[in-house]
T-cell receptor, first 117, second 111 residues
Framework: DTGVSQDPRHKITKRGQNVTFRCDPI?????LYWYRQTLGQGPEFLTY????????KSRLLSDRFSAERPKGSFSTLEIQRTEQGDSAMYLC???????????????FGAGTRLSVL | GQQVMQIPQYQHVQEGEDFTTYCNSS?????IQWYKQRPGGHPVFLIQ?????EVKKQKRLTFQFGEAKKNSSLHITATQTTDVGTYFC???????????FGQGTRLTINP
């Protein structure tokens, strides 16, 4: 299966610690997205890359959050000085742009569930 | 900013009954995408609608995109227990690549 891969699947950390998540997109996809999902809600956009360029960031992405995609392949999302409110599922998605018949269809990974104690 | 609303938030049906969820955007969409998320799972792409008034079918699922490209619906005929999950609609704001998701409709089924 060459879908979107995320690591780790679960992360438990103490408040104030830094955490880093990794996302490997579908291999031929040039766009990569990070979303955050809390219980009972739809995913909320955080940021996206086209190749290695970070083209948009949500205002949800505070200064404690940083994302990179250094070689245009995998991406990392780091949260510094975690807070309890950061507890959520962090989802990565990828898409191919420009696409043929489909317009920017995004395929999601299984997510990293973060619990901040 | 763009808002996407879905109703109902929850729906419980008997197996074999039909189910419909409705999606409304505050702005015109270039396209709309539907995803299904099983309990404990991640969003799985179902379909994309692009044209005004478009109707697409996948077996027992029927998807519609409104004429004004601001609303959409998903109808499931004769639900089965495998249909359990949360159904999300999502669309990109004009000129943007991100998706704005509705809050989803959670479907539960009594076998």
């Amino acid at each position: 299966d060459t879908g979107v891969s995320q690591d780790p699947r679960h992360k438990i950390t103490k408040r104030g610690q830094n955490v880093t998540f990794r996302c490997d997109p579908i291999s031929e996809h040039n766009r990569l997205y990070w979303y955050r999902q809390t219980l009972g809600q739809g995913p909320e956009f955080l940021t996206y890359f086209q190749n290695e360029a970070q083209l948009e960031k949500s205002r949800l992405l505070s200064d404690r959050f940083s994302a990179e995609r250094p070689k245009g392949s995998f991406s990392t999302l780091e949260i510094q000085r975690t807070e309890q409110g950061d507890s959520a599922m962090y989802l990565c998605a990828s898409s191919l742009a420009p696409s043929g018949s489909g317009k920017n269809i995004q395929y999601f990974g299984a997510g990293t569930r973060l619990s901040v104690l | 900013g763009q808002q996407v609303m879905q109703i109902p938030q929850y729906q419980h049906v008997q197996e074999g009954e039909d189910f419909t969820t409705y999606c409304n955007s505050s702005t015109t969409l270039s396209n709309i995408q539907w995803y299904k998320q099983r309990p404990g799972g991640h969003p799985v792409f179902l379909i994309q609608l692009v044209k005004s008034g478009e109707v697409k079918k996948q077996k027992r699922l029927t998807f519609q995109f409104g004429e004004a490209k601001k609303n959409s619906s998903l109808h499931i005929t004769a639900t089965q227990t495998t249909d359990v999950g949360t159904y999300f609609c999502a669309g990109p704001p004009q000129g943007a690549q991100k998706l704005v998701f509705g809050q989803g409709t959670r479907l539960t089924i009594n076998p």
